[in-house]
């Protein structure tokens, strides 16, 4: 399994940016997909990742009502459509996806045995 991430960059606050992760076959063999970041410093937290057989998707509350994460099956991609962006949100963003996750697992990225590599996002003041 292979998950290519794309699409970070510099952006000011208050700007978008949206966030492309491409998996090497069906997204639906996963039981959770999403995203994580990590900012020099502090651990990977999530983002934010759904449900890959249903539209259930879960947030972190930093990101609520800013972040979208959405997918095309057809595609096997995810995507994170990032609006009004903080300083706060800069950090490395990895997609991730879970086989083995179920329930609140989704929550703990050690769960997660597939990891992009990586796009870096930095949100100017």
């Known amino acids: 399994v292979q998950l290519q991430a794309s699409g970070g960059g510099l952006v000011q606050a208050g700007g978008s940016l949206r966030l492309s992760c491409a998996a090497s076959g069906s997204i639906f063999r996963f039981s959770f997909i999403g995203w994580f970041r990590q900012a020099p410093g502090n651990e990977r937290e999530l983002v934010a990742v759904?449900?890959?057989?249903?539209?259930?998707?879960n947030y972190a509350d930093s990101v609520k009502g800013r972040f979208t994460i959405s997918k095309d099956g057809a595609k096997n991609t995810v995507y994170l459509q990032m609006n009004n962006l903080k300083p706060e949100d800069t950090a490395v963003y990895y997609c991730a996806a879970s086989i083995t996750a179920y329930g609140f697992e989704y929550q703990t990225p050690s769960k997660y045995a597939y990891w992009g590599q990586g796009t870096l996002v930095t949100v100017s003041s």
């Open positions: 759904l449900s890959s057989g249903s539209t259930n998707s």
